[in-house]
């Protein structure tokens, strides 16, 4: 379930009786399992109100008050898409049934569907005057709802975008919004105290739930459509008929506001997040605690369950968000979904040959930071149909093979224009994000995969620029990054050396032509070498001397030059069998792998002051 909280009463409603009922809570949670540890997001600069997992169960998605939501990979915990674009917070966040899509809502009164795999904006529904406090896509896919800061629901068509239905009669802000899994009943929940039952056709109240004493924060449905779920500022939980409206059930308090509530995939349990920064799974027939879950610093604000039940995700004022795997005792029974593999039951193994002796661990390396870049989808120019997989790809290798520890690894995919410059710096604000983690490393990886373009000057050759996604390929003079001006800020950072692998061209042509639209296909220019520096080393696709661009492999779904320097880093490029991959050994195993694949290609080196060991292949690879 998404969820938001209404912001004036976390801040003016204090509870007398929090010691008191942390004292019941305490006695009753004696019955708990044991505290289970979960995979810490980081990354959000601001608070998270609202998280969800995909059909799948694969990735997670995450909204934060840092105006942008963030798409998670669940099992290496790595993001993989930023969406941005809202003016203000990110207050709500929905995945389509599908998978496919990515729904947010915001304070600046928008609310964006997004492309889930390639991160690129697909729709836009304006409230006009209103704020979007939560945001849901309906059972089919097909309708998208969101709540409003005056007391109102939209419904609209996801595909052309208009709005088919309005939901009147909350006094006040909506907090909070739920489909029944049938889709036909829609349950608000608002500052007023209340939480209503709507039919989804009509849009006329069904049922008024009346209760609580102060504002309800979140609610849902039970998986069978029957049973209404609410959590309130007033720290109960409550269970309510959907037929009559009658309540079945108080939880409870937690002596705190509960800020987020979900209903467990069997409908036997529910799952809270409270202001006292811990979640909770209770037994709905009992009402009793089963288990707990601290360790955020902060209040919880989102909570959600896994397709499957197995995991359940929270999200927090700390800034942060949490996976955490339950127990085998708390997994629902879902017949449908087969229980996986465990080691105490698989069948005996036949006899095996005798072992193969395999490759130690790879050792961990906290000393080198990388910046992965895969820009695809551009707004003025053809994309770069596998960048994103050569972003992934590379991101695995460091980690993997490499040994580089995970919060060491940066990705970013579909950089714009101000996202390059915060990276790297520029002349006027040399300090970016690369500078502030540099000294805390001794060696930086940057690894680019998308578009490059020349840029003309009154003599010489061009000189190339990286074009960010939002930046028009035939102007790149607004906002493209210069390559000299990148070895320059590289060069500059507190480290002992910067190594750059670039899969792009900058002679103006790809794949698809020409990058300037209007002109040849044919047309590409040379670009002058930029200017050396001693600890920066590059390695590009192309020459620089002449007009070629950058191939792509289909059938490996990745660009030349990312695949053979994937496949040279594995182990490949290393000829003389030393365990070291030298930059020139990646760059003639590169060379190599294009010229036998027939295409006119030819990477450039530039070794700074000296051609550098790029990594160690760990005996026995």
């Not at 942060?320 to 127990?327: E, N």
Request: charge should be negative; charged fraction near 20%; hydrophobic fraction near 40%.
């Amino acid at each position: 379930m998404k969820h938001i909280s209404y912001e004036r009463f976390g801040q003016n409603l204090v509870h007398a009786a929090a010691l008191a009922f942390l004292v019941f809570w305490a006695d009753a949670a004696c019955t708990q399992t044991e505290q289970t540890t979960a995979r810490v997001l980081e990354g959000h600069q601001g608070a998270i109100k609202s998280v969800a997992f995909s059909p799948d169960g694969t990735q997670v998605l995450t909204g934060s008050w840092d105006w942008s939501a963030q798409l998670w990979d669940v099992a290496s915990g790595r993001e993989i898409i930023g969406f941005e674009g809202h003016d203000e917070r990110v207050t709500s966040v929905a995945f389509s049934p599908d998978g496919a899509r990515v729904l947010t809502g915001s304070m600046d009164g928008t609310m964006r569907m997004w492309d889930a795999v390639s991160g690129a904006q697909l729709q836009q529904f304006d409230s006009k005057a209103d704020r979007i406090t939560a945001v849901a896509f309906s059972p089919s896919g097909r309708h998208a709802l969101a709540a409003t800061n005056h007391g109102m629901a939209r419904l609209w068509d996801v595909a052309s975008g208009r709005e088919i239905r309005q939901f009147e009669g909350h006094g006040d802000a909506l907090t909070s919004v739920a489909f029944s899994t049938d889709g036909t009943r829609i349950l608000t929940g608002s500052a007023d105290t209340t939480a209503r039952i709507w039919d989804t056709a009509t849009g006329q109240q069904v049922q008024v739930l009346t209760g609580h004493d102060a504002a309800v924060l979140s609610v849902d449905f039970s998986p069978d459509g029957a049973t209404a779920l609410t959590g309130s500022w007033d720290s109960t939980t409550r269970l309510w008929d959907v037929a009559t409206g009658q309540q079945t059930r108080v939880f409870p308090g937690h002596g705190a506001s509960i800020r987020s509530v979900a209903f467990g995939r069997d409908g036997k349990t529910i799952l809270t997040g409270d202001w006292n920064n811990t979640a909770w799974i209770c037994d709905v027939e009992t009402g009793k605690p089963i288990q707990s879950f601290s360790g955020h610093e902060a209040s919880v604000d989102a909570v959600a369950y896994s397709h499957d039940g197995r995991q359940i995700l929270t999200g927090s004022w700390d800034l942060t968000a949490r996976l955490w795997s339950l127990p085998q005792s708390l997994w629902p029974d879902l017949p449908d979904m087969p229980a996986p593999q465990l080691a105490t039951s698989r069948p005996a193994a036949p006899p095996a040959p005798a072992p193969v002796p395999t490759a130690p661990p790879v050792p961990l390396r906290d000393d080198v930071l990388v910046l992965v870049i895969g820009n695809r989808t551009y707004a003025e120019a053809p994309p770069v149909e596998y960048a994103h997989n050569d972003a992934v790809a590379f991101a695995e290798l460091f980690q993997d093979m490499l040994g580089v520890v995970p919060e060491n690894i940066l990705i970013e995919t579909d950089l714009n224009s101000i996202g390059m410059a915060r990276y790297f710096g520029t002349d006027d604000l040399p300090e970016g994000k690369l500078f502030r983690r540099a000294r805390f490393v001794d060696e930086i990886i940057v690894f680019y995969s998308g578009h490059g373009v020349p840029v003309f000057r009154s003599e010489g050759l061009p000189i190339g620029y990286l074009l960010p996604v939002d930046v028009p390929a035939a102007e790149p003079g607004f906002g493209a990054y210069p390559l000299d001006m990148l070895i320059r800020r590289l060069e500059n950072l507190p480290v002992a050396r910067v190594t750059v692998l670039l899969d792009a061209c900058f002679s103006g042509l790809s794949s698809q032509g020409s990058l300037v639209p209007g002109v040849s296909g044919a047309f590409g220019v040379a670009i002058a070498a930029p200017i050396e520096k001693a600890k920066v080393s590059v390695l590009t696709a192309t020459d620089f001397q002449s007009p070629q661009f950058a191939h792509w492999l289909p059938e490996k779904q990745h660009g030349a030059f990312s695949w053979f320097a994937l496949e040279g880093l594995r182990g490949k490029a290393d000829k003389d069998a030393d365990g070291q991959i030298y930059l020139s050994e990646l760059r003639n195993y590169i060379d190599k792998g294009l010229a036998l694949s027939d295409l006119r290609q030819s990477p450039s080196l530039l070794p700074g002051s000296a051609d550098s060991v790029l990594t160690e292949i760990p005996k026995g690879n």
